[in-house]
Nanobody, 122 residues
Framework: EVQLVESGGGLVQAGGSLRLSCAASGFTFDDDAIGWFRQAPGKEREGDSCVASSGGSTYYADSVKGRFTISSDNAKNTVYLQMNSLKPEDTAVYYC???????????????WGQGTQVTVSS
């Protein structure tokens, strides 16, 4: 069974840090792309970061550039999102998803995790 499972969310103060994990089972993504997305209540789901080609290429949205870092551990079939200098605006459910290549189009991603809640207090 193909699954993506996010973990690491929680409640932190503004300026704090969290590391999210996306663990894959049923397939490997060393030659694929994994994106991180977030969705706040009442808002559209938006892309934050993506890693492709086994970490060879990374992409970041302007809103998280310089604060978030995406990385992968192919041996563990896991992708991480290190989130530093968190802001209340970062509060959302965070999802990871797998695609052939990094894309801003949600329908290009074949597999999605269940999401993990990140709440940043002011």
């Amino acid at each position: 069974e193909v699954q993506l499972v996010e973990s690491g969310g929680g409640l932190v103060q503004a300026g704090g840090s969290l590391r999210l994990s996306c663990a894959a089972s049923g397939f490997t993504f060393d030659d694929d792309a994994i994106g991180w997305f977030r969705q706040a209540p009442g808002k559209e789901r938006e892309g934050d970061s993506c890693v492709a080609s086994s970490g060879g290429s990374t992409y970041y949205a302007d809103s998280v550039k310089g604060r978030f870092t995406i990385s992968s551990d192919n041996a563990k079939n896991t992708v991480y999102l290190q989130m530093n200098s968190l802001k209340p605006e970062d509060t959302a459910v965070y999802y990871c998803a797998a695609a052939e290549y990094c894309s801003n189009y949600l329908n290009k991603y074949d597999y999605w995790g269940q999401g993990t809640q990140v709440t940043v207090s002011s």
